[in-house]
């Protein structure tokens, strides 16, 4: 069992084996073999320690910027919340993981949904969230690891499939899809995008006059805009919390390291990203071929990064302003206060900025990605009270597909209780059944 849990906890090997299976399954030489296989392990731990850089630097910056504009409520946290879920929940949380992602694989293998999703962490948090949810509504031993099962495989095919044409069209490619809890939010930003912006005005093609020249470099402009970010907070922050955030450096120079530290981690994760895709999606066609014809790797979602550097940023700093717009809305609403969580805020509104330019440029990515950070910041403050009744009050999930989830969810089961659920996973079955049958009546497109 602790083998298991260990397993999806490292989505690198995760990876590296789906690459390792595509490369046998492809006939390679033992060298091919080895040298994709470890390359994609490497990989995705060289983007890992990109994405962990970015957020270390985050999560140094999140209470200085809860001191500097004196914010005070619940921080939307995955990981502080799956770690109360897993004190009580451990073994059936690793068990629905496990056998979750079978009915991934056959889900893809026996439907039109294709994606085999691949982002170990994510499994994790709604692997966690399932089984306390169902525990509540009365599924106990193997009911509750078949159903909680059966919910977490949906998820993997259905959420990548929504994200999908936004995902097409910003990467230019259909060799890799979303593996990432937040299809609701990236949804709703492109929409909003496409409707509200013009796709010819790209980010990427933002005038920059000759003497500012130095912003064309994607690099640079990040760690201009975080640096001003980071000092601007931290000089704004109360000076125990910096102090104490600084642990004896001196509070300016740990604004300028910690922005430059973010840099870094940004840099590094496009570099993983490209070293990964390189191998991955080649040893895809082997799966593809053997094991689920025309499967999809659904990645995280800085796989996405380097097709707009510039959006990504602007993502960013547009989701943020709407979390914080409506921080200062919640007050009047009578929810609970919901701190803007910049972790959640910078992976999510970065990857929504690539979308949403890809639908509406920049005017598309700034209303797309306002709207992105306001229903992260709001959509949390619902299912509070689910999970007080857990005994989390104080915790939250920051992604919007692990919310909405658990609020559906959570509100069948409430109101119907297990027949509910039943319900739910018939009609999911009638669904999946129904688009089987529309690909075998429906003639071959090509892409």
């Known amino acids: ?232 907070t931290i000089l704004l922050a109360d000076t125990s919390v910096v102090a104490k955030l600084a642990n004896g450096k001196n509070a300016g120079m740990f604004s300028i390291m910690a922005a430059m530290k973010f840099t870094g981690g940004f840099v590094i994760v496009l570099q993983g990203v490209r070293m990964m895709l390189a191998e991955i999606i080649p040893a895809f066609k082997g799966i593809s071929e053997k094991l689920v014809p025309n499967a999809i790797p659904a990645l995280d979602c800085p796989v996405i990064f380097p097709f707009a550097p510039n959006a990504v940023i602007i993502g960013f700093l547009s989701s943020l302003a709407g979390a914080i717009v409506m921080f200062l809305i919640l007050p009047f609403t009578g929810l609970a206060i919901i701190i803007p969580g910049l972790i959640p805020i910078f992976f999510v509104g970065a990857a929504a900025g690539v979308l949403t330019n890809a639908q509406g440029g920049v005017r598309g990515t700034i209303i797309g990605c306002f709207v992105n950070g306001a229903i992260l910041n709001v959509l949390p403050a619902f299912l509070l009270p689910l999970l007080g009744s857990l005994g989390y009050a104080n915790s939250t999930f920051g992604d919007a597909d692990f919310v909405l989830t658990g609020i559906i969810i959570g509100t069948i089961g409430k109101i119907f209780s297990q027949e509910g659920i039943y319900a739910l996973l018939a009609i999911l079955f009638v669904v999946f059944a129904g688009l089987q049958l529309k690909a075998k009546l429906s003639p071959p497109v090509k892409e």
């Open 1 to 232: 069992m602790n083998f298991i849990f260990s397993f999806f906890d490292e989505p690198a090997i995760i990876v590296g084996l789906m690459a390792l299976i595509g490369l046998i399954s492809l006939k390679k030489s033992v060298s091919q073999i080895v040298s994709g296989t470890l390359k994609t392990i490497i990989g995705f731990i060289i983007f890992q320690i990109g994405s962990s850089a970015i957020a270390e630097a985050l999560g140094q910056l999140g209470p200085a910027f809860e001191s500097a504009f004196h914010m005070q409520g619940v921080v939307p946290t995955n990981e502080a919340i799956i770690a109360l879920v897993q004190e009580q929940f451990g073994m059936q949380m690793a068990l629905i993981m496990a056998f979750g992602f079978v009915a991934n694989l056959l889900l893809a293998r026996f439907t039109p949904l294709k994606y085999v999703f691949l982002t170990g962490h994510h499994m994790l948090f709604m692997a966690g969230l399932l089984a306390a949810i169902l525990t509540v509504i009365g599924f106990q031993g193997t009911s509750l690891i078949v159903i909680g099962s059966l919910l977490l495989g949906a998820t993997m095919v259905i959420t990548p499939a929504l994200v999908q044409p936004f995902y097409r069209a910003a990467s230019g490619s259909n060799s890799v899809a979303m593996g990432h809890y937040n299809a609701l939010t990236y949804c709703l930003a492109a929409l909003i995008a496409r409707w509200t912006g013009n796709k010819e005005h790209s980010t990427e093609d933002i005038h920059v006059p000759e003497n500012l020249s130095f912003f064309k470099d994607n690099v640079i402009s990040t760690g201009l805009v975080m640096l001003l970010l980071f000092v601007i």
